[in-house]
């Protein structure tokens, strides 16, 4: 029953380091997307893919990049860590198409503190 | 563009107690609109949701209803517990297909024994 898994679950980087956040999904979902979480800030939304082969930005994408080979996994990677990334990374997954509920199934997250 | 205003925290309340967390929202058609919530440590779960106006979203004693002509979404439960404490998220995807969900900054909710 692993549904979103990430990794790691604590990271800190130096600035300038680079680093890759991982996220797998086994339910066979479409739609995959990254958010980072900051106090009073809410959820926003880093890149998002609607199937293997096909990325998009959402509302902060500088300094993120994301790839997507596989439909079970979807990468962050951070090319230079910058403090101001220092936050925790959610992924998240869901269904698209027919019978699609619309819920979005997240992973526990990844703290990450960039010095 | 989109977006998604909620009350903010922390809300303390006594078990046993009525709970509102206010949602209002923007948007341009009609979005789907859900309460996400937070347990420490943990991710997002989905708690309710509702996809068009006046339906009733209900799960664990929470309810929401989707009232387009206030364009609000609030969370209410009749008699809290300790074990929902937690941070409630209200959120949005946009209808248009792009799949971009908007999420409110988050309610911290407290509830003392």
């Known amino acids: 029953n692993a549904g979103v898994t990430q990794t790691p679950k604590f990271q800190v980087l130096k600035t300038g380091q680079s680093m890759t956040l991982q996220c797998a999904q086994d339910m066979n979902h479409e739609y995959m997307s990254w958010y980072r979480q900051d106090p009073g800030m809410g959820l926003r939304l880093i890149h998002y893919?609607?199937?293997?082969?096909?990325?998009d930005q959402g509302e902060v994408p500088n300094g993120y990049n994301v790839s997507r080979s596989t439909t079970e996994d979807f990468p962050l990677r951070l090319l230079s860590a910058a403090p101001s990334q220092t936050s925790v990374y959610f992924c998240?997954?869901?269904?698209?198409?027919?019978?699609?509920?619309?819920?979005?199934?997240f992973g526990e997250g990844s703290r990450l503190t960039v010095l | 563009g989109n977006s998604v205003t909620q009350m903010e925290g922390p809300v303390t309340l006594s078990e046993e107690a009525f709970l509102t967390i206010n949602c209002t929202y923007t948007?341009?058609?009609?979005?789907?609109l859900f309460w996400y919530v937070q347990y420490p440590g943990e991710g997002l779960q989905l708690l309710l949701k509702?996809?068009?106006?006046?339906d009733k979203g209900s799960n664990k004693g929470f309810e929401a209803t989707y009232r387009k002509e206030t364009t609000s979404f609030h969370l209410e439960k009749g008699s809290v517990q300790v074990s929902d404490s937690a941070v409630y998220f209200c959120a949005l995807s946009s209808p248009s297909g792009t799949y971009k969900y908007i999420f409110g900054t988050g309610t911290r909710l407290k509830v003392l024994a």
């Open positions: 998240a997954s869901r269904l698209l198409g027919q019978g699609a509920t619309g819920e979005l199934f």
């Open positions: 509702a996809t068009k106006a006046d």
């Open positions: 893919s609607v199937g293997a082969g096909i990325t």
């Open positions: 948007a341009t058609g009609y979005p789907s």
